[in-house]
């Protein structure tokens, strides 16, 4: 592919200057920058609990929060494509591009399906370059266990990037290292192929990387990140009982727990809590308010004017979601954010009355999870939100996914122990509210395997988990047909085409997915 030519093997020190990082114990999120420049990647000194690889491993973290990795494109394509979201904003903004990720199917031509190919691969480069770095640079001096921790990060973000491409287009090339353009055009593997070799390289983390790190580094990735990914691996292939296994790894840690409450998980200053294993880290001020963190938020902020013009308004929580909820669940105010009406004043999570929109935006609803501190947008002098995290993993998934691969292995005492983990969701939900969200009693597997799918939709919700999922419990067709997207076909739209540009540029060694 031409995507992954060996220009990438030089990285330029423009590139690495924005990558340098304050270690000070006041820093918040270890991807903090300094000036670009302070630096030469051959004198870059190693702090305190870094190392001779770190100058490459935080290329890849960095990368993390490129717009086409977690912003547009993953918005688009895990969110708005699925049941519980609609585009939102007006008819016609984003284009045929976005519109027909939500409304299907979707062109071999989307430049967004081509933008989350070449982003994931990039990202993919990134960590071949960390591997690169310790299997032949003999200029980097480097211990055995430098070179093994350097690695496991490298391939967690590698099976994650890989996890990425092959639910999103199933049938991709597996790249292990870095390639010379004679090499570059690489057939496509098998779903099957490409989930072993995930397997593989989160495993390999798993086994290497630290429970936690030191809080100058807070946000690098740990085992219960790679073991949490891993369930999720294992769950989406049906791999019951190896997803329980490492879904009870980081439930056992001691490093995670529910103690955080729904409603401030969400919050700046919930960043990062108890609640979270893989989180993205994005960072703002009133100097540098984009550079250094990442578009996710902005992407679906309010779509309004003055203090209120807070985005694009994309991702809006879709009928068929806002239906989904039991009678008074705390979640879905949290979740949900309604505009003012000409009868109704709104408010929101920080008591500021909100507006009422215009005609051509009737009643709009906005994800509420990504709504910003009005102290924050004070300090950052921007209402834009580059400075909010991006939640990938929560340790209430990785509860529900030990519940429903416990479930799942099924005999009595799995299926208890499946409803008490999903009861423990529950009761963080509901908080000090009487008389809502009542504990599941059950002991039958099918009642069960409902009210944990229900959990994960609601506990979950806008997310990014819940295409995915309908997927993997084959409910696709069913679930897209009860929210009005009529035009879904599962047997084309579970995955997006392979993007045409690349198959052009392998010659025709790429092929297309089935329906397009």
């Not at 995507?3 to 820093?27: D, E, K």
């Not at 991709?172 to 570059?184: C, G, N, Q, T, Y």
């Not at 989930?195 to 219960?224: C, H, K, M």
């Not at 215009?358 to 994800?367: A, E, S």
Request: with cysteine; proline share 5%.
């Amino acid at each position: 592919m031409k995507t992954l030519n060996t220009t990438y093997r030089n990285i330029s020190i423009a590139i690495m200057g924005i990558l340098l990082i304050s270690t000070a114990s006041s820093c918040k999120k270890f991807l903090d920058t300094q000036k670009q420049g302070v630096y030469r990647t051959d004198d870059y000194p190693y702090p305190g609990n870094s190392g001779p690889y770190d100058l490459y491993i935080y290329s890849a973290y960095n990368f993390l929060r490129d717009y086409n990795v977690h912003a547009d494109g993953f918005v688009v394509a895990t969110s708005i494509r699925s049941d519980d979201a609609e585009k939102g904003s007006t008819p016609s903004d984003g284009g045929a591009d976005v519109i027909s990720m939500d409304n299907f199917p979707v062109s071999s031509s989307s430049s967004r399906a081509n933008s989350l190919w070449v982003a994931y691969y990039g990202l993919i480069n990134r960590a071949n370059t960390v591997m690169d770095k310790i299997n032949n640079d003999p200029k980097i001096e480097a211990t055995d266990q430098q070179k093994t921790a350097a690695a496991a990060e490298a391939r967690f973000i590698r099976g994650y990037a890989y996890f990425m491409l092959v639910r999103l287009y199933g049938r991709v090339p597996l790249v292990d290292r870095l390639l010379s353009v004679e090499e570059s055009n690489v057939p496509q593997s098998s779903p099957e192929q490409v989930y072993a070799f995930i397997e593989q390289d989160l495993q390999f983390a798993a086994s290497n990387l630290p429970p936690s790190w030191p809080s100058a580094f807070v946000g690098r990735i740990t085992s219960g990140a790679a073991n949490g990914i891993l369930a999720k691996v294992y769950l989406t292939q049906k791999k019951w009982a190896a997803a329980m296994q490492s879904a009870n790894l980081v439930m056992t840690s001691g490093q995670y727990d529910l103690s955080t409450p729904y409603d401030k998980i969400f919050r700046e200053d919930g960043e990062n809590s108890k609640e979270s294993v893989f989180e993205i880290q994005a960072t703002a001020s009133a100097e540098e308010k984009e550079k250094n963190g990442c578009q996710y938020t902005s992407i679906q902020g309010l779509r309004g004017q003055g203090n209120f013009n807070m985005g694009w308004g994309w991702n809006m929580p879709s009928a068929a979601l806002e239906a989904a909820y039991e009678p008074n669940d705390p979640r879905k105010a949290r979740t949900i954010l309604y505009s003012s009406t000409t009868t109704t004043t709104n408010m929101s999570i920080y008591g500021e009355p909100l507006p009422i929109y215009p005609t051509i935006l009737p009643n709009p609803k906005y994800n509420n999870k990504v709504y910003t501190s009005p102290s924050y947008r004070s300090k950052v002098s921007s209402n834009m939100g580059y400075w909010m995290n991006v939640r990938i993993l929560r340790y209430a998934d990785v509860v529900l996914m030990y519940a429903e691969a416990a479930n799942e292995v099924g005999g009595a005492d799995n299926i208890s122990k499946a409803v008490a983990a999903l009861n423990t969701v529950r009761k963080r939900a509901r908080g000090t509210a009487s008389g809502v969200l009542p504990d599941v009693v059950t002991t039958d597997q099918a009642v069960a395997r409902t009210a944990i799918r229900q959990e994960r939709r609601i506990e979950l919700a806008m997310e990014h988990d819940r295409f995915f999922d309908i997927v993997r419990w084959g409910i696709s067709g069913e679930a897209m047909a009860a929210a009005g997207k009529t035009a879904f076909s599962p047997s084309r739209d579970n995955l997006l085409p392979i993007p045409l540009v690349q198959i052009d540029l392998s010659k025709n060694v790429l092929t297309q997915n089935f329906g397009y």
